[in-house]
């Protein structure tokens, strides 16, 4: 499709007048991690704590979007791309914003983060890896996928028949298979307090 007529619009209102007035910055805090290492759940609890201390925050989380914005991907190489690029965009909008934006999302690819990343300001991505092995990640199995992957039924998932690319220098690493859902969270808490997203 041709953007040639296409045409940027300034605007009189900018992301840190939105910030001014929500009384924090915004950033995206990007969870990654395997299906099951408890990504969700953590990015919950924390959009609830945030929630708590008045600090405007969304929630993008992997099911959620396929049910509406990305219903029409699939699993290929090709849709997880897309998947978080629409994503990346759409986090990027929240910064604008002047929201913080929790995504949670398999998200495997290095190249694709990465590229989530350089659509926003420096410091303004934090890239959470919510570290779980493979092993307690299946025996968790809430939605019953990895016994589906094993089976051959779902083709291409990721940890068992796609391959997941561990984050090469993730701001965040969580290990839920040692720590508390409450611990996590407070680490993700220190780190924005300390950064100066938010205050103590």
């Known amino acids: 499709m041709s953007t040639k007529n296409i045409v940027w619009h300034d605007v009189t209102v900018k992301k840190l007048d939105r910030q001014k007035i929500r009384g924090h910055k915004s950033c995206v805090i990007w969870f990654t991690g395997l299906s099951g290492s408890g990504k969700s759940t953590i990015a919950n609890a924390l959009e609830k704590c945030l929630l708590d201390k008045g600090i405007s925050s969304y ?84 939605k019953g996928l990895y016994k589906k992957a094993r089976e051959g039924i779902i083709k291409e998932f990721t ?25 996590s969270v407070n680490q993700v808490l220190e780190y924005l307090t300390e950064k100066g997203i938010i205050n103590d």
């Open 159 to 183: 940890g068992i028949s796609a391959p997941y690319e561990e984050p090469l220098n993730p701001e965040i690493v969580l290990e839920n298979d040692k720590n508390t859902i409450e611990e």
């Open 59 to 142: 929630l993008l989380d992997g099911d959620n979007i396929r049910h509406g914005l990305n219903k029409n991907l699939g699993f290929s190489p090709e849709d997880r791309k897309e998947n978080i690029r629409r994503i990346g965009e759409v986090a990027k909008l929240f910064v604008d914003a002047g929201v913080i934006a929790c995504t949670a999302f398999i998200s495997p690819y290095v190249e694709d983060r990465e590229q989530a990343r350089s659509l926003v300001e420096e410091n303004e991505f934090i890239e959470i890896y919510v570290k779980c092995n493979l092993d307690e990640c299946e025996k968790r199995d809430p």
